[in-house]
């Protein structure tokens, strides 16, 4: 009820008597009064004048379906969606959740306790500063075909980073650069079967409107958020809508084709990765070589030392940059 008030106010721009709203969803008007409260709780700015009624004047930065969905152009992608205030990581309970919902089902947190990177690292995700989010997926496809698929993502944050104005750069598999400093990831686990792909979860987190005390001193030579860059608050919902935009674009050509041929082809032109000196690390071993291009299945191409030309499709590849690697 408190989602249809809201909608219904959004849809005025001018005052709306609470006993109109009383009669249109058959409730008192202390009923109406108990649900603005809640709506204020939130952040929500509703004047409110005797005689007159209510009128929203302001939202607050809040990435509900709410408040994104005027800028959301998706068939499924983003429609059903879970909002948490703070949770431990939106994989998680993506994960605990994914069998029984629908695909395109995304999950968003204001706030992640226990975010994750790859290979399990720690992904700091400050409140209301960032996208923290995961995305249900569930391809009807060989699971082998799916694992260029975190390319997918990283491409779905550039195209929409563009949209925006904002420059960056896609470090293979699954890191999203802007000026050689990370700004995003992409984290991708999967439930299948020998032929059969039972879910996909990918998760999504970017530094949007994190201040400089937000990344600690350890990360600074490597990681930065928009806002630092630019110089500029972003507006989070527009992002969120336009990732959700491109992801459904791309996803929808990956499933009807068979083929991730439209992202692998935005992440080979805008690679931070490719014609650099590259240390790729599988395991314990650790070698050195220059990252050529990557293929059509998503790998890497990497040409070693020692004169040797390889497609790396897993393990850990860092960018020799002006500040080491990255």
């Not at 800028?71 to 994960?95: C, H, I, P």
């Not at 084709?257 to 650790?286: D, F, L, M, Y």
């Not at 393990?315 to 002006?322: A, C, K, N």
């Amino acid at each position: 009820m408190k989602t249809k008030i809201l909608k219904r106010l959004k849809e005025n721009d001018n005052f709306i008597s609470g006993e109109k709203l009383s009669q249109e969803f058959h409730m008192t008007r202390s009923g109406i009064w108990k649900y603005i409260n809640m709506l204020k709780e939130e952040g929500y700015i509703i004047e409110s004048i005797p005689r007159r009624g209510y009128r929203l004047t302001s939202s607050p930065d809040i990435l509900t379906f709410e408040e994104i969905r005027k800028y959301l152009n998706t068939e499924f992608m983003g429609r059903n969606l879970y909002y948490f205030d703070s949770v431990d990581s939106t994989n998680n309970q993506a994960k605990k959740i994914a069998s029984k919902e629908m695909e395109g089902t995304c999950l968003i947190a204001e706030q992640q306790v226990e975010g994750k990177g790859r290979l399990g690292r720690r992904w700091i995700s400050p409140k209301k500063k960032g996208i923290w989010m995961s995305v249900i997926l569930k391809p009807d496809m060989e699971p082998y075909n799916v694992g260029s698929i975190t390319l997918l993502g990283a491409a779905s944050v550039y195209k929409a980073l563009k949209k925006m104005d904002i420059d960056s750069q896609i470090k293979w598999p699954n890191d999203i650069l802007i000026n050689n400093k990370k700004i995003g990831g992409i984290l991708t686990e999967i439930s299948a079967e020998l032929n059969k792909i039972n879910y996909l979860v990918m998760g999504i987190g970017i530094n949007v409107n994190l201040d400089e005390k937000d990344i600690p001193d350890e990360l600074k030579t490597k990681a930065t958020s928009i806002k630092i860059n630019e110089n500029r608050r972003i507006d989070r919902k527009i992002l969120l809508a336009n990732i959700l935009n491109e992801f459904e674009s791309l996803y929808i050509s990956f499933v009807n084709e068979n083929s991730n041929s439209k992202a692998i082809e935005i992440c080979r032109k805008n690679s931070a990765t490719i014609g650099k000196e590259v240390k790729v690390r599988q395991g314990k071993e650790e070698k050195l070589g220059k990252a050529l291009d990557i293929n059509n299945k998503g790998e890497l191409v990497v040409e070693f030392k020692e004169g040797h030309i390889q497609n790396i499709f897993a393990g850990e590849v860092s960018v020799r940059g002006l500040e080491g690697y990255i």
